[in-house]
Each structure stands twice: as C-alpha cells, then as structure tokens.
C-alpha cells in the first residue's frame, strides 16, 4: 500500500533542518560584535600614554641637564624610575589618580648574549591574565666613568632596550 | 524563507553599526591630540599664535608644539592662546583642531605637575558617560629672559671720561648664534616664535653718584647699523610692553622719564615679525639715557645667547593634556 506519508516526513526534515540551519546563522552573525579590530582602541590608549611617559623621561628639563630615564638605568634604581613613570602616566588634569601599573626590563647586549634584567618586578596586582600593553624606547647609554661597576651593564658605551609592561589594574 | 534569511542576516550588520560609533570617538580623540600636542599649528611663520581677531580666518590649525621636530614639547604662548576662549570660540575648536564633518562636543585641559600648578586650562563642556579620550604627557617650554642686574656694574660701566650727555646701552640678538641646528628646539631661543624678556634689575648700582634717577629717553631697534621705525604706542600690548621701576603703568618706547630701580622691556613676537628678520640678522635694542650731567655710565653690549650669565630660559615643565570627544 502506497500513500503520500513518506513524503510529508521528507518535507518536515527538511523544514526542521532549514529552521535549525536558519538559528545557527542567527547565533553565529549576531554574536562576537566585540571583534580583535576593537580591542586596540584601550590597548592604543596606554600604548600611546606609556610612549609619551618614556619620551619625557628621556628629555631633560633643561639643556644638558640630567637625563631622568638615562640617570635610573644607569643608577640601576628601579623604585626610582617606577615613581617617576607612575607619577606622569597616573596623573590627570582633575579628579582622581588613574590606577595604572607597570613592570620594566632593560635588553642589552653581554659579549655575545642578549640578556635582560628585571628593572621594576610587577606588583601584587599582577596576575599574568591581564590586557598588558608593551611600550619601549631605545636609550643611548655613555661610557661609564664612575669607578664604581656599572650593574650590569658594565662601563662601555651601549644602547639599551627598556621595555615597559602597562596594564590597569 | 528566503526574505526572512535576508532580513535576519542585515541585522546584525546593523548592529555592529551602532556599536562603532564609540569607537569613532576615540580615533577622533586621539586625532586631536596628535594635533595638539606634535603639531606646531599653521601658519608656522609667523605662528598662528601670534594673529589678532581681525587675522583669525587665516588660522588653519591650532596645534601647541614647539616645533614638528619636537613633539610632546608645547609652547607656554600658544597654550594661553589656545586656551584664550574669548578669542576661540566652539566652532573654532572644531574647524581648527578638531576637524571632521560631526559637530562634536569636546573637553579639552591641561595641567602642570609642578608644586604650584602654574598651568591649569580647561575648555569645552563636561563629559557625558561614552566619550572618546586620550591623555597625553608633555612638557611646556617658556620664553627666557634676560636678568642684567648688579654683578654686570663693572662689564657695562663706561670710564667716567666720556663728557657727552647721553649713554646708549644694547642688547644684541644675533640670529646666526640663537637660530642654530645644532640646539634643540625644545632648548632653542627663537625671538620670531616667543617673546623675549629684557630686564634690567638693580639699576640704581648703575647710577653715578648722587644721581637718584637716570632719564631713559628711548629705546630704538636696529637691524644692523640702521634703525627700524616702530610707530606703535604703549597700548600695543601684543607687540611689547615696557615697564620702569615696577610700575604697572606702560611706557612707549620713547618714554622720557627718570628710572631708579629697574627697566623691563617683554618684545612678543608680532613686533620681531615685522622686522623681516632672517636666519642671520643682527637685532639691536638699544636703550639711551639722556642727563646733563650723564646720570649713569651704563654702556656695552649684552648678548642675549645661550650663555646662561646673559639669558636664564626657564626649564621644561612637566604636564598632562587630555582631550575628551563626544
């Protein structure tokens, strides 16, 4: 005996697929609006802040006058160049101190390694989950001519990477 | 089904529409602060700062910096102009520094981190929630001056031989050592983008004897050997202001009255523009007293370089602009 209900069930699957289709669809182009395209517009932010902060630390007060940024890596005084760099990035025109935080590491060159040295260690609120921005300058350091050893970056002329972690916390 | 399908795919298209327009905000933001703090402004020579309200159409942008070649290091002159709101209005925030066919509101302000907060600006109106925002750190170079005071008495006193009446004392600028490559713009003494400051302190150490006053008859400028006509009177505050003995009251530059303490004389830069002065022109300011018998000896040149006996320029001061756009 042959009748059309065979038929009707093939109509009803494909129904059921299309609608089923049709939602996935609907999930997947309504959701994730918050794309990779638009996290670096915070991330442009500090980058561009930590970058203004570095370069007026590089530039002296005056002509000739001390070099903050040269005198603390120089001085290998790592609480001194984390209140200065805390000091111009969290201060704004009114209200309440940003909540920025930051750790620093100086790149240089040891006869023929690269290595790095921990300037500023991160502080408690440092978790390693957050949105950190990575600034850096190049800093032209002069022959040393202190007797004292310069750590540890030893007395010769050299340029160093200082490379800064920026994150709110 | 297939209407359906197309409707319910463009709505998400026009959701993220909505969503971008924040976003927007913040690129225009970071725009004008890009212009405002490592963008000199246009006309550059001479500065936009420098124009009157009868010259403000021909200001093009409003940018703060002291040179391209020096960004982050912003003029104090063109900070107080910019910040001058009776001279700036909304709309030429956004034509001029803003830019953009929206008409946004903005927020912009500007604080020192020196002790005593020389430097605390704001314009524009207060922010709603879902502004676009920047903040950037710079510095603030001001114009130097020039202290001539006691200790200068022996360099600057001529030998009580000399029987004329009058005594000419002047200060020099020589562009060909002020307007060097070799010293950074942040640094850089440029008497055509700020004003210079002239002050003669102590000037009684000057004075022969008895005298209690000497009488200041003129003060004339010179480009090279011959004298450059300057008809502006002592209301002309935008080309100079000279001042005696501390007075608040202004003098011309032919003020004909006695001085016993001190002479201050600020040359803005709209007067040096009009002197048509290039790369290697030699300004003269000289200052004549005119006594019988000569109330003072005073006499020499003094070098306004970049000794630091002869011009003191104050340091850079430390500041945070933020821009707020909505």
């Known amino acids: 005996m042959v009748n059309d209900s065979g038929q009707l069930y093939t109509m009803e699957g494909i129904a059921a697929g299309l609608v089923m289709l049709l939602t996935a669809y609907l999930i997947l182009s309504t959701t994730s609006i918050y794309t990779q395209g638009d996290t670096h517009i915070p991330d442009m932010q500090l980058e561009q802040l930590g970058s203004d902060v570095l370069a007026m630390m590089d530039t002296p007060d005056r002509e000739g006058g001390k070099n903050q940024l040269v005198e603390f890596i120089n ?3 790592g609480g001194g160049f984390k209140d200065k760099f805390l000091e111009y990035c969290n201060a704004k025109t009114s209200g309440d101190l940003d909540t920025l935080h930051m750790s620093a590491s100086v790149t240089y060159r ?3 390694r690269i290595e ?14 957050e949105s950190a921005v990575r600034v850096t300058r190049w800093v032209q350091l002069d022959q040393h001519q202190q007797l004292s050893p310069r750590q540890p970056y030893g007395q010769r002329a050299q340029a160093v990477l200082v490379e800064v972690l920026l994150w709110r916390a | 089904m297939v209407a359906l399908i197309a409707v319910a795919s463009m709505v998400p298209g026009l959701l993220a529409g909505l969503q971008s ?7 225009v933001a970071y725009r004008t602060g890009v212009i405002l703090v490592e963008d000199p402004g246009w006309p550059v020579d001479p500065p936009w700062e420098t124009y009157d309200e009868n010259h403000k159409d021909e200001i093009e942008r409003i940018g703060l910096a002291v040179s391209r070649d020096a960004p982050n290091i912003l003029l104090s002159t063109k900070i107080e102009k910019f ?4 001279f700036f209005d909304p709309e030429d925030y956004r034509s001029k520094a803003i830019f953009g066919d929206i008409p946004y509101s903005y927020n912009i302000t500007l604080r020192s981190l020196d002790a005593e907060g020389t430097y605390n600006y704001a314009t524009g109106d207060d922010t709603p929630p879902g502004y676009g925002y920047i903040r950037r750190v710079v510095k603030i170079k001001e114009p130097s ?8 008495k022996d360099q600057y006193t001529t030998d009580t031989e000399d029987t004329s009446t009058s005594r000419n004392f002047t200060v020099r600028f020589d562009f060909n050592r002020l307007i060097t490559q070799s010293i950074d713009p942040a ?13 003669i302190t102590d000037f009684g150490e000057f004075l022969n004897g008895t005298a209690s006053y000497a009488t200041l008859e003129s003060v004339t400028f010179r480009r090279g050997s011959s004298s450059i006509p300057f008809p502006y009177d002592e209301s002309d505050t935008d080309y100079y202001t000279l001042r005696i003995d501390n007075n608040p009251v202004l003098y011309s530059p032919e003020p004909g009255v006695g001085v016993s303490s001190s002479i201050s004389l600020v040359l803005k830069p709209p ?11 030699i300004l003269d300011v000289e200052f004549k007293f005119e006594d019988e018998p000569p109330a003072t000896n005073i006499t020499g040149i003094h070098y306004y370089d970049y000794n630091p006996t002869n011009v003191t320029r104050p340091d850079l001061k430390p500041a945070v602009l933020e821009v707020a756009i909505w």
């Open chain 2, 83 to 86: 910040f001058n709101t009776s």
């Open chain 1, 75 to 77: 001085e290998n005084n």
């Open chain 2, 21 to 27: 327009s924040g976003i927007d905000y913040d690129a």
């Open chain 1, 110 to 112: 040891k006869e023929d």
């Open chain 2, 271 to 281: 007067a040096t523009s009009l002197f048509n002065l290039g790369p290697t022109s």
């Open chain 1, 116 to 129: 790095e040295h921990q300037l500023v260690g991160p502080d408690e609120t440092w978790t390693g989950r």
């Open chain 2, 145 to 152: 001056v020039a202290v001539i005071d006691g200790s200068f």
């Open chain 2, 187 to 199: 640094y850089r003494i440029d008497p055509r983008a700020e004003p210079v400051n002239i002050t």
